[in-house]
């Protein structure tokens, strides 16, 4: 079955960076679009930071475009997500995710069906 683990996580000072790894396995990684998304303690709901589709597009919340980077490696089955400049609001924990048919546009939890069991980020100030 699909297995998605996340690893990187910890705690940063803000204006630092931090790497973090998804790695996947149990299925065909490359025909899977692929999300990163994050909850903090406030929110309700799990939200989208960054997706890489199968074409290798991308997009960001616009909270943190310009800081964070997703890319994946197909022969190792890892989805990265690079985040600098990183806020004490970017405090969360952070999933990663696949999905089989994801929307160009407002992607959301509903459109993965599997996750990882997330990795904690702590940025202080």
């Known amino acids: 079955q699909v297995q998605l683990v996340e690893s990187g996580g910890g705690s940063v000072q803000a204006g630092g960076s931090l790497r973090l790894s998804c790695a996947a396995s149990?299925?065909?990684?490359?025909?899977?679009?692929m999300a990163w998304f994050r909850h903090t303690p406030q929110g309700k709901e799990r939200d989208g930071v960054a997706v890489i589709y199968t074409d290798g597009t991308t997009a960001y919340a616009d909270i943190v475009k310009g800081r964070f980077t997703v890319s994946q490696d197909n022969t190792k089955n890892t989805l990265n997500l690079q985040m600098n400049s990183l806020k004490p609001e970017d405090t969360a924990m952070y999933y990663c995710?696949?999905?089989?048919?994801?929307?160009?546009?407002?992607?959301?939890?509903?459109?993965?069906?599997?996750w990882g069991q997330g990795t904690q980020v702590t940025v202080s100030s």
């Open positions: 995710a696949a999905g089989e048919r994801v929307p160009a546009t407002f992607w959301g939890p509903a459109d993965f069906g599997a």
């Open positions: 149990g299925y065909t990684f490359s025909k899977y679009s």
